[in-house]
């Protein structure tokens, strides 16, 4: 079966139905965009000033789902017939999931959010204590207000609950619930429009990225063990390598000559062309912190992390003032306004996550904050999956990159649930062409491991 569509008044494209149906969704855009402008035959069929979507008003959307259609001129009810079957392949929100995903050790809170179409989009919350209070969020507050709405209105959603629901936050768990249902949102809509999310933030940059290696809990070990660990991660041709402290960050400047050996002998083990940074993970007073720097300047390096605590603005201004390697933060930052502090405080790379600020929704206005002031952007990643795979499609759509993507978990416990997870090939992720996140759930695996939060399964009835 053939369908026939045209932009041009007399000029007919003929496509298979299953293209028409994938592109369903993007006719319904462009049409409501004709309807108001009053451009007969922009989208039309086979007779000028005719809007001719055959077969999809054998569809019906339930009842209780009513929505407003586009003002429309007298005369014209059999368009406005037509419109309303197109609009029902963008579906309307049906179910909300909050659950956990059980790894052995460790656990995601994921949600899963399905539209009256049968589609479903998956997002992720910061995975702090568990990501519990998060979950316990989506399930109560938000998933009511989820039900019915249109996936597409994800940033109405996101200030709707935001603006609703502000004396929960708006850091920490709540703002992890709004990130993975705005994720969830944009799967679900790259699931509608059959792009992939990349392309719906209009377009990649690259669809090849590189990774650094995240190296952590180094506070513990000494210069070789350190070593060791880095030396596993080259097998990957990691971009970059960081060293994490992960240090207990009430007891500062505990060990400032043992951090200074660990990067010293990294630097030797790395040589002095490979790039390197530091993550001292807020454990510094404002003298350990210069001290430090200066021996990263030294040493070559890429950036200085979070060498204070993250609410010390005014010592992250005098860190920042006293040296010329440019101090990183943002990974406990949640807001805009947040996040331009910290530039304010001299931060000249800040790095908002996308499972905790406000998803690709957040990470869009960030990016736009940072391009005003000229920082750079290097998101904080921590979460192997969804969330991981969330921010390289964020990266391959920003334009100012310039350093590669975070990844911290090259064990493939979390592929389980996927057919095909995105995995790092000679150094690089290599992001693929599917709708939404790309992501193919085996749903066996997926429901295998999957742990029900209370009452965190909501649909319409
Ligand atoms: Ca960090």
Same mark, same amino acid.
């Given at each position: 079966m053939q369908h026939a569509?045209?932009?041009?008044?007399?000029?007919?494209?003929?496509?298979?139905?299953?293209?028409?149906?994938?592109?369903?969704?993007?006719?319904? #855009?462009?049409?409501?965009?004709?309807?108001?402008?009053?451009?007969?035959?922009?989208?039309?069929?086979?007779?000028?000033?005719?809007?001719?979507?055959?077969?999809?008003?054998s569809r019906q959307r339930p009842a209780q789902q009513k929505e407003r259609e586009p003002a429309l001129t007298a005369g014209s009810r059999s368009v406005r017939r037509r419109w309303r079957g197109a609009r029902c392949?963008?579906?309307?929100?049906?179910?909300?999931?909050?659950?956990? #995903?059980?790894?052995?050790?460790?656990?995601?809170?994921?949600?899963?959010?399905?539209?009256?179409?049968?589609?479903?989009?998956?997002?992720?919350?910061?995975?702090?204590?568990?990501?519990?209070?998060?979950?316990?969020?989506?399930?109560?507050?938000?998933?009511?207000?989820?039900l019915g709405a249109d996936p597409l209105d994800h940033a109405v959603i996101h200030d709707r609950l935001f603006h609703r629901l502000a004396k929960l936050g708006p850091d920490g768990a709540f703002a992890a619930a709004l990130a993975a249902?705005?994720?969830?949102?944009?799967?679900?809509?790259?699931q509608t429009l059959g792009q992939p999310i990349y392309k719906l933030l209009g377009g990649a940059w690259r669809t090849e990225l590189p990774f650094y290696a995240s190296v952590g809990g180094n506070a513990g070990r000494g210069p070789d063990e350190v070593c060791r660990a880095v030396e596993r991660w080259l097998a990957l041709s990691p971009a970059l390598v960081k060293i994490r402290l992960d240090a207990d960050r009430t007891r500062r400047d505990q060990d400032l000559e043992g951090d200074a050996?660990?990067?010293?002998?990294?630097r030797r083990l790395l040589g002095d062309g490979f790039p390197l940074a530091f993550d001292a993970n807020n454990n510094y007073s404002v003298q350990g912190a210069i001290r430090i720097g200066r021996l990263l300047e030294d040493l070559g390096c890429a950036w200085f992390e979070e060498p204070v605590q993250h609410y010390h603005l005014d010592a992250f201004e005098k860190v920042a003032s006293a040296l010329?390697?440019?101090?990183?933060?943002?990974?406990?930052?949640y807001t805009l306004q947040g996040v331009?502090?910290? #530039?304010?405080?001299?931060?000249?790379?800040?790095?908002?996550? #996308?499972?905790?600020?406000?998803?690709?929704?957040?990470?869009?206005?960030m990016a736009a904050l940072t391009g005003a002031y000229g920082v750079d952007l290097v998101p904080h990643q921590t979460q192997p999956a969804v969330g991981h795979t969330a921010n390289l499609h964020f990266v391959a759509a920003l334009a100012h990159a310039h350093h590669p993507c975070e990844w911290n978990d090259p064990s493939r416990t979390q592929d389980a649930v996927f057919r095909d997870p995105v995995r790092p090939h000679d150094g690089r992720f290599?992001?693929?062409?599917?709708?939404?996140?790309?992501?193919?759930?085996?749903?066996?695996?997926?429901?295998a491991r999957l742990r029900p939060w209370p009452g965190g399964n909501t649909a319409a009835r």
């Open positions: 569509f045209s932009c041009v008044p007399g000029h007919h494209l003929r496509v298979p139905a299953q293209v028409f149906e994938q592109i369903g969704g993007l006719l319904c #855009i462009s049409m409501r965009r004709c309807l108001a402008s009053r451009r007969e035959g922009c989208v039309g069929g086979r007779r000028n000033g005719r809007y001719d979507l055959a077969g999809h008003g392949l963008l579906g309307a929100i049906r179910r909300v999931e909050a659950f956990h #995903i059980d790894w052995g050790r460790g656990r995601s809170a994921w949600v899963r959010v399905w539209d009256d179409a049968g589609r479903s989009g998956l997002g992720e919350a910061s995975p702090m204590a568990g990501g519990d209070a998060a979950l316990t969020i989506v399930a109560g507050p938000c998933a009511a207000a989820l249902i705005d994720i969830a949102l944009w799967d679900l809509k790259g050996e660990r990067i010293r002998a990294v010329d390697i440019p101090v990183a933060a943002g990974e406990q930052e331009r502090r910290l #530039i304010d405080a001299g931060v000249a790379i800040v790095q908002p996550d #996308i499972v905790k600020t406000g998803g690709f929704t957040g990470m869009v206005r290599r992001l693929n062409d599917l709708p939404g996140l790309g992501l193919q759930v085996d749903e066996g695996a997926l429901q």
